[in-house]
Each structure stands twice: as C-alpha cells, then as structure tokens.
C-alpha cells in the first residue's frame, strides 16, 4: 500500500490550492478514502471523508464549505480543493484509506506541506 501526496505549497490567505492523492496497492475503488491534517505540536486530524463510489462526503466544521474531496477511481486518485485558505489550515496534509477509527490500510505517506502565509 502506498499514497502519494502532492500539490502543496505557500498560498497567501484567501488562497487556493488543489492537493492530488495518488494511491496503489489495494482496490482503491472498494474503499472510502479520508484527507487528513498535522499541524505543528497537534494531533492529526480527519479534514474531510468520501465513500468508495464518490457519492457521499463529509467535512471536518472548521473546513466546510470552503473543500472539497473528490476522487477519480480510474485513475487511483483522491482530491482536495481547498479555497479560501486560512492561516490555521497550515499543515501538512495526508491521505489514506480508513479502516477504522485512528487506523488506516498500510502507513502514512510523506504527506504535502500547506502554508497559508502573508
């Protein structure tokens, strides 16, 4: 299993960004797959969650409306658009497949580093 994380960067407030999740090594479109957050001296966090076949979603509060998860399973990806930045979502951002509560399918990827900074 193996998630590769790409698309960050530096983004001024009010900003945006698209982060790619590319996956392999399991049947990617059997699984729902989860967009995670670390920020600096905090725990990871669940940013935003969508089903195996891409028709449901779901969003952490301090994130709703302003991402948006998507996947494309032809391609073993998962998305997320991120608009209106704010300075507390710098963090470095990771996917994975969630099996369960604090567990994922395989390890943690290098994650992408998002700063939102003036």
């Known amino acids: 299993v193996q998630y590769v994380e790409s698309g960050g960067g530096l983004v001024q407030p009010g900003g945006s960004l698209r982060l790619s999740c590319a996956a392999s090594?399991?049947?990617?479109?059997?699984?729902?797959m989860t967009w995670y957050r670390q920020a600096p001296g905090k725990e990871r966090e669940v940013v935003a969650r969508?089903?195996?076949?891409?028709?449901?979603?779901n969003y952490a509060d301090s994130v709703k409306g302003r991402f948006t998860i998507s996947r494309d399973n032809a391609k073993n990806r998962v998305y997320l658009q991120m608009n209106s930045l704010k300075s507390e979502d710098t963090a470095v951002y990771y996917c994975?497949?969630?099996?369960?509560?604090?567990?994922?399918?395989?390890?943690w990827g290098q994650g992408t580093q998002v700063t939102v900074s003036s």
């Open positions: 090594g399991f049947t990617f479109s059997h699984y729902n």
């Open positions: 969508i089903i195996s076949g891409g028709g449901l979603t």
């Open positions: 994975a497949a969630r099996v369960g509560s604090g567990l994922i399918l395989g390890s």
